[in-house]
């Protein structure tokens, strides 16, 4: 690209100039000169400039150029240009640890090869690049099909991610893990330490619906905070990652339907914290979850309530506990639903 070289006092002026004359480039970029550090070199539009470049010696410098901004700005590499332009390509995909899920439309699916392709060179740190075809389930895991691997590695869907410093493993092909409720799990935190304060020592935890343990991870980090835990989860392959993400010594991890620990005896009235996080069942599974807690321990959970049903659920909550239960709108679900927050003492 064609460059003045200009003394360095009157970089500003000629910068002006150029503007003035509609001779400046979009993100022009001034440079020193490397052969006298006291000369500038301002990039013009040969063309549009008339006056100023008259002025100032001119040199040809090569310009490199410039960086990918995303996915897309690969896309010529893999596909003929006409595709490129005439398709309307996905916009957002997510990370989970070294691997990337990004949702297609039929039209979009047909160049997924080319796609995940991108993507790999786009992030140099991800390894494998699948199509998200939604979840499904019970278990809520996701319907991933491959569209790219980086060369020397393996599509496995098992990775390791990293929320609020704690490393966690998951797989999001055989369970449940989002990060979306990673603010909530630094309440839950903070909720914890407050109880330990009050009762003076290590709390009893309950988690029954623990999926691969990201609620419990910072819980068990804190020096005295966790005595006795419980961690549970229907999901077989959800309960072998909380082995290896829950290392506590005093942990009981079971594969198990969280409804039916109440008809175990030494489990009733044993816990001070009680985690419920079953969105779319927490208040209907609660009445069979709450023998589990002692007197003043603390249920905290998480629920999907329609609009029509908010004034409803609070008055559940009221009647199951004291006037002190609240129910908080944390986000929207849907156009009609909300996902809220439930806190409630067991009262003596
Ligand atoms: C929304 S996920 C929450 C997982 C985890 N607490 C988190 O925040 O990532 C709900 C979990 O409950 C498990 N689950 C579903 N039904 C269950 C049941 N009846 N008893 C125990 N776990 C169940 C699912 O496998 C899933 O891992």
């Known amino acids: 690209m064609l460059h003045l070289r200009v003394p360095s006092q009157e970089t500003q002026r000629v910068l002006l100039l150029l503007k003035a004359e509609s001779a400046l480039p979009e993100g022009a970029r001034v440079r020193v000169d490397p052969s006298d550090s006291n000369l500038r070199l301002i990039p013009f539009i040969e063309d549009a400039s008339t006056v100023t470049a008259t002025q100032y010696p001119v040199v040809d410098i090569p310009t490199e150029p410039p960086a990918a901004r995303n996915y897309r700005d690969h896309l010529s590499d893999f596909l003929p240009t006409s595709v490129v332009e005439s398709t309307e390509w996905p916009t957002r995909h997510e990370f989970v640890g070294d691997l990337i899920l990004i949702k297609l439309d039929e039209n979009q699916r047909t160049h997924g090869g080319s796609i995940g392709e991108a993507l790999l060179r786009q992030h140099a740190r991800t390894r494998a690049v699948f199509e998200d075809r939604g979840v499904t389930g019970t278990f809520r895991v996701r319907d991933l099909k491959p569209l790219a691997v980086r ?23 055989t369970v449940y893990y989002s990060s979306r409720l990673s603010h909530e799990r630094e ?3 903070a909720c914890a330490k407050n109880l330990r304060q009050e009762l003076g020592r290590p709390l009893a935890i309950c988690d029954p619906y623990a999926g691969v343990g990201p609620s419990l991870r910072p819980l068990i980090a804190e020096s005295d905070l966790v005595g006795e835990l419980f961690a549970g989860d229907l999901n077989p392959a959800a309960v072998k990652l909380l082995r290896e993400n829950i290392p506590h010594t005093s942990a009981t991890i079971e594969c198990v339907d969280a409804r039916n620990l109440k008809n175990r005896p030494e489990m009733r009235e044993k816990y001070d914290l009680l985690l419920v996080n079953i969105p779319h069942d927490s208040l209907e599974h609660l009445p069979d979850l709450l023998p589990l807690l002692q007197s003043n321990g603390i249920v905290r959970g998480w629920a ?23 129910l908080e709108i944390r986000r929207s679900y849907s156009a009609s639903a909300n996902l809220c927050r439930f806190e409630a003492r067991k009262t003596p």
């Open 304 to 326: 999907i309530v329609e609009d029509t049903d908010f004034e409803a659920s609070i008055h559940h909550l009221h009647s199951m506990f004291d006037q002190t239960a609240t």
């Open 151 to 173: 060369e020397g590695h393996d599509d496995s869907t098992r990775t390791r991610i990293v929320e609020a410093g704690h490393q966690l493993w998951t797989d999001p092909a």
């Open 187 to 189: 309440g839950t935190l």
